[in-house]
């Protein structure tokens, strides 16, 4: 299970760094039903799995801290046998588990009550906590409009129009990624989902900053909606991915190269607030 996950990550199968951070952990639980020689053997197994988990994803705030914080809770216990280290291990993959999915639910409910009946809203590529928070303030009755960037070259937009257009009351529209100014005159607010941001810079999937920066020209407000242990004031380095250039391209290229990188970044000052599962913050 754990090599399926690794795989999974790296090919980008899950698109939500939230959704990814609990998969691994749920891997990572598949070590306690093995057998094991002796308690050093089950601690380096685990250390091992998990660096091969966090290995898969680099750029992933939310996979590295938790995937860290369990090994750190399994060896800071000092168990004193495989049974006492497995039920730590355990333990403290429910208590990681439980707070990342209830930060999201929460990101997403203060994510809803900020988007009004009758709002036009623009959103890239595929965030699970916003689609959430669009789906929540549907259920409370809003219509809502929203217009969908295709997400190149992965076309994660378009999962995230076909979500969204199982949801009553909520109209989609998929846009190509170059589009999204034309459309902005009609647009209320951009709504983003976040890797994570360290310092003064956003870092989500690739397209994140061309759309900002329109928006910011045009007047439209960006809002990021993602749980808050994604804001990281120091402690983590954030690491681009430069995938295949086979994703945006599939014959060769001759005489001159593709580049694909997964993620950029954004300047905070082109956003206008944050909302995570502590409520809604403006950004200077």
């Known amino acids: ?13 899950t698109h939500s760094s939230s959704v990814v951070a609990v998969k691994a952990a749920r891997a990572l639980a598949s070590l306690t039903e093995r057998d094991f020689r002796s308690l050093d053997d089950y601690l380096r197994d685990v250390e091992r799995n998990a660096t091969a988990l966090r290995q898969a994803n680099p750029s992933h705030a939310s996979l590295q801290n938790t ?26 993959i429910r208590t990681v588990i439980e ?55 992965r076309y994660l937009g378009r999962k995230s129009a076909r979500t969204l257009a199982g949801i009553d009351r909520v109209d989609p529209h998929l846009i190509v990624d170059s589009a999204c100014g034309h459309f902005f005159s009609e647009c209320d607010r951009v709504l983003s989902g976040m890797d994570c941001i360290v ?18 020209a045009c007047d439209v407000p960006v809002t990021v909606i993602g749980s808050g242990a994604k804001i990281i004031d120091d402690g983590f380095v954030f690491e681009n991915e430069f995938r295949s250039g086979s994703e945006v391209m599939r014959e060769p290229a001759e005489g ?25 913050g403006a950004l200077d």
């Open 199 to 216: 310092g003064d810079t956003l870092y989500n999937r690739v397209g994140t900053l061309p759309i900002a920066a329109t928006a910011a």
């Open 256 to 280: 001159f190269h593709l580049e694909n990188p997964a993620y950029d970044a954004t300047p905070t000052r082109l956003l206008d607030s944050v909302i995570t599962d502590e409520g809604m």
């Open 99 to 153: 707070r990342v999915e209830m930060a999201k639910r929460r990101a997403a409910e203060y994510g809803a009550a900020a988007i009004e009946d009758g709002m036009t809203v623009l959103t890239h590529d595929y965030s699970s906590t916003v689609l959430e928070a669009i789906e929540l303030a549907a259920r409370d009755g809003a219509a809502i409009e929203v217009y969908v960037t295709e997400a190149r070259p």
């Open 67 to 92: 995937q860290r914080e369990i090994v750190e809770a399994v060896t800071a216990a000092d168990p004193e046998d495989i049974a006492s280290a497995k039920a730590r291990t355990s333990e403290a």
């Open 1 to 13: 299970m754990i090599d399926e996950t690794v795989e999974e990550i790296r090919e980008m199968r």
